[in-house]
């Protein structure tokens, strides 16, 4: 009977980045993170697009936490699955929470920079193959703690070597190109479920000059959380920060199709 929480991670990631954060979460509702198809633990979907990747989040939410709607929270290119997740299945979501998901708002059809897949290596060792992760886009990180533990999640052990988890990068996907964007900016714009956006103060890839753009896209009923000192990747600078924001979105907001 408890509120349900799905996690949703970044392009390339894994569930395991948010190992850090799904405990303070699960104080009173039930939480899971999920490994997107083709990556992590996940296998590539057949057929490969942004329709199985969303219906993916639908079924896990479908198989562990029953048929009451629930949160979406979802980071950078997970914002963009989760957001089509919520179109394609209206009724399971309850409320949709996106974190430093960069929605291309120049209407420039490109595939930024960050999201570019690193060429697939294979190391002798774990040991070479940890020092090598490096997060995308690249920034400092104080929490040595939490990115080894990113870190040792996204290689495996294969024949002759260790190398990256991941076995599809998105946007090498011909059904993932940079369209994308703006297909998800006009599915979030109609969304009538509450929505709200959190992201890092110091980010590049959703930076502050961006800000009222966002907000015409969630609503201008809905919040914008920043994290202070927090970078595109704000799990790994600032986890207490967007866990008091989350639990706050959590806790109850109001937006589009739902009365304050």
Not at 15 to 37: E, K, M, N
Request: proline share 9%.
């Amino acid at each position: 009977g408890l509120p349900g929480v799905v996690l949703v991670h970044g392009n390339g990631a894994h569930g395991q980045w948010w190992s850090f954060i799904a405990p303070f979460l699960a104080r009173g509702r039930r939480v899971v993170a999920l490994d997107l198809g083709g990556m992590g633990d996940s296998e590539v979907p057949v057929p490969y697009g942004p329709e199985a990747l969303a219906d993916q989040i639908a079924a896990v939410a479908n198989e562990l936490l029953g048929t009451d709607p629930v949160t979406l929270v979802a980071h950078s290119f997970g914002g963009l699955m989760a957001v089509l997740a919520a179109s394609r299945h209206p009724a399971r979501g309850d409320r949709l929470i996106i974190i430093d998901t960069p929605f291309m708002l120049d209407d420039h059809e490109r595939r930024p920079r960050g999201f570019r897949s690193p060429v697939k290596k294979l190391y002798p060792d774990f040991a070479t193959a940890r020092q090598r992760f490096r997060l995308i886009p690249e920034q400092p990180c104080d929490n040595d703690f939490i990115f080894d533990h990113v870190a040792r999640h996204s290689i495996k052990a294969v024949e002759g070597g260790w190398t990256w988890k991941f076995t599809q990068t998105p946007w090498h996907a011909t059904t993932l190109d940079s369209s994308l964007w703006r297909r998800v900016r006009v599915t979030l714009v109609c969304l009538t479920l509450p929505r709200a956006f959190v992201r890092g103060e110091a980010s590049a890839l959703c930076p502050a000059e961006t800000q009222p753009a966002w907000q015409s896209l969630v609503g201008p009923a809905s919040p914008i959380v920043v994290i202070p000192a927090a970078r595109h990747h704000v799990m790994l600078d600032q986890p207490l920060a967007l866990v008091t924001a989350l639990d706050a979105l959590l806790a109850g907001f109001d937006g589009p199709g739902r009365p304050a």
